[in-house]
């Protein structure tokens, strides 16, 4: 698989199969992707992979909080600019809605339902979370993403699929209580990782045209 085909059919996978992840695979991706680049070559991030008795532990505690209709930790970032401006709010539900197709706009509990999943890792066998230091600034949260997409190609290498996740900050504290990160450490999201469910459909979000995003000079 080329660099093109990885880009091409990386998604944001949201029902895997539940086959297990073999442990050498996930170390050869994680490996792999200690090459990605980092101002200063800082190398910022700390990853925790959870597999097994561990994750199935993460998903059940998780799960009762949510059960309980627990609104989650305080939060530790802003995920999103409050009163987001234009275009970003349009592109925001433009994504949503095709996410959420199939499900009417009314039926919060369905909603809910489908949001609920990411703390089941939407059915995967493997999660990492990744963390950084907390006197990190925005340079180094850049450099964390650049990261987990070149963890997200590698696993399309291996013919895997994965979802990152905000949604894990919510409850941060259930991530906390299974992988005890130091002190220092924020964690910035999880990801979900395995192999797609060839059963669950699948939609490809739209990306804004080129020339919204993109300007050549010369
Ligand atoms: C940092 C980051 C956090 C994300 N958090 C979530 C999340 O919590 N739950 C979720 O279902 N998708 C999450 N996503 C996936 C995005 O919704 C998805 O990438 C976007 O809608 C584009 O869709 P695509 O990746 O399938 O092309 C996240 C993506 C990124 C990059």
Same mark, same amino acid.
């Given at each position: 698989?080329?660099?093109?085909?990885?880009?091409?059919? @990386?998604?944001?996978?949201?029902?895997?199969?539940?086959?297990?992840?073999?442990?050498?695979?996930?170390? @050869?991706?994680?490996?792999?992707?200690?090459?990605?680049?980092?101002?200063?070559?800082?190398?910022?991030?700390?990853?925790?992979?959870?597999?097994?008795?561990?994750? /199935?532990?993460?998903?059940?505690?998780?799960?009762?909080?949510?059960?309980?209709?627990?609104?989650?930790?305080?939060?530790?970032?802003?995920?999103?600019?409050?009163?987001?401006?234009?275009?970003?709010?349009?592109? @925001?539900?433009?994504?949503?809605?095709?996410?959420?197709?199939?499900? #009417?706009?009314?039926?919060?509990? #369905?909603?809910?339902?489908?949001?609920?999943?990411?703390?089941?890792?939407?059915?995967?066998? /493997? /999660?990492?979370?990744?963390?950084?230091?907390?006197?990190?600034?925005?340079?180094?949260?850049?450099? #964390?993403?650049?990261?987990?997409?070149?963890?997200?190609?590698?696993?399309?290498?291996?013919?895997?699929?994965?979802?990152?996740?905000?949604?894990?900050?919510?409850?941060?504290?259930?991530?906390?209580?299974?992988?005890?990160?130091?002190? @220092?450490?924020?964690?910035?999201?999880?990801?979900?990782?395995?192999?797609?469910?060839? #059963?669950?459909?699948?939609?490809?979000?739209?990306?804004?045209?080129?020339?919204?995003?993109?300007?050549?000079?010369?």
């Amino acid at each position: 698989m080329d660099v093109y085909e990885a880009v091409a059919t @990386r998604r944001a996978v949201r029902a895997f199969d539940g086959t297990p992840v073999p442990h050498e695979v996930l170390a @050869r991706v994680l490996r792999a992707a200690s090459r990605a680049p980092s101002g200063g070559n800082l190398q910022p991030w700390h990853v925790y992979v959870v597999t097994g008795e561990p994750l /199935a532990q993460l998903k059940k505690r998780t799960a009762e909080r949510v059960a309980a209709g627990d609104p989650g930790d305080e939060r530790e970032y802003t995920m999103y600019p409050p009163d987001l401006p234009s275009p970003y709010r349009e592109r @925001r539900s433009a994504a949503a809605a095709q996410r959420y197709r199939g499900i #009417a706009r009314d039926d919060a509990a #369905a909603r809910q339902a489908a949001v609920a999943r990411n703390w089941d890792c939407f059915g995967a066998p /493997a /999660a990492l979370f990744c963390y950084l230091d907390r006197t990190m600034g925005a340079a180094q949260w850049a450099d #964390a993403g650049m990261y987990l997409q070149t963890v997200m190609l590698l696993l399309r290498a291996e013919g895997l699929d994965s979802c990152p996740q905000m949604a894990w900050s919510v409850y941060r504290t259930t991530v906390a209580e299974v992988v005890s990160p130091p002190e @220092r450490l924020i964690l910035f999201c999880g990801m979900s990782i395995g192999y797609a469910d060839p #059963a669950a459909s699948q939609e490809r979000i739209e990306r804004a045209p080129m020339a919204e995003t993109v300007t050549f000079l010369g």
